[in-house]
């Protein structure tokens, strides 16, 4: 199981990098129509992610580990935003 912190976190950086449009078609190419948003903290089948990815690599034609380095990446700035905005 994955929290759906992850997936919500592929969301924004398919969107943020490729537009709201790419991010519906990899919605409908990974068959998640049904799912308008992740829950942070709900946990999602692994096979949700896997399919995210998946359908990122065919529809931006990268390879799947090129969409996870990418992830990685934006993963990082992701939790650093996150953490600077956080009190404490």
Do not use: C, K
Not at 9 to 16: D, E, L, S
Not at 24 to 38: I, K, T
Request: proline share 1%; charged share 25%.
């Amino acid at each position: 199981m994955m929290y759906g912190l992850v997936d919500r976190a592929i969301h924004q950086m398919v969107t943020n990098h490729h537009g709201e449009d790419t991010w519906q078609r990899n919605r409908e190419r990974a068959d998640l129509q049904d799912l308008d948003f992740f829950s942070a903290y709900q946990a999602y089948s692994d096979d949700v992610t896997h399919r995210l990815v998946a359908a990122a690599s065919d529809e931006l034609d990268l390879s799947g580990d090129q969409i996870m380095h990418a992830f990685g990446e934006y993963w990082i700035t992701h939790a650093a935003v996150n953490a600077a905005r956080s009190p404490g």
